[in-house]
């Protein structure tokens, strides 16, 4: 990418995130409230088409990029999340699914420390409520399979 396309693509972001700020601050102005609204990255679907996917995964904001994780998970949308983000953050997304499973059964506290551990050092740990994590299926490993071997299929 050059180098005028990043200020471009990091100039529209900058927009949206003071479309997104502006429309909050007047919300809680007029209700009198401290609401933060938790469906705006929709508003970055628009960079995604137009710019793909590395930019989208490049300059979009950790924390828009998460409202847009819990929802497709809610959504059970694995397919779209193989899309946005690549069969790298199911596989992370499966790692983390078992570290908190574990974490729920474990009654040792040493073994408590250690999962708290790699969570906390890991880099494949995806932080999300527990709630939303423990919404994932168990089988996340069969679908990142699946999608592989589709997309096998189509390149041969």
């Known amino acids: 990418m050059d180098k005028e396309l990043k200020q471009k693509i990091k100039n529209e972001i900058k927009d949206i995130i003071d ?12 209700f009198h409230s401290n609401i933060e609204f938790q469906k705006s990255y929709y508003k970055f679907e628009k ?15 950790r924390k828009y990029k998460t409202q ?8 059970e949308q694995f397919v779209d999340i193989y899309e946005h983000y690549g069969v790298k953050t199911l596989k992370n997304l499966e790692y983390t ?4 499973q574990s974490e729920g059964t474990t ?13 906390s050092l890991s880099r494949r740990f995806i932080s999300l409520p527990k709630q939303t994590i423990l919404a994932l299926p168990s089988g996340l490993s069969e679908i990142t399979t699946t999608i592989d071997n589709d997309s096998n299929k189509d390149i041969n």
């Open 68 to 75: 847009e994780l819990k929802n497709l998970i809610k959504e």
């Open 107 to 119: 009654h040792n506290w040493i073994k408590l420390l250690i999962i708290k551990i790699k969570k």
């Open 97 to 100: 699914l078992k570290l908190t």
């Open 19 to 30: 479309e997104i700020e502006y429309e909050e601050y007047r919300f809680n102005q007029i």
């Open 47 to 61: 960079i995604y088409e137009k710019y793909g996917k590395e930019a989208y995964l490049k300059y979009v904001p």
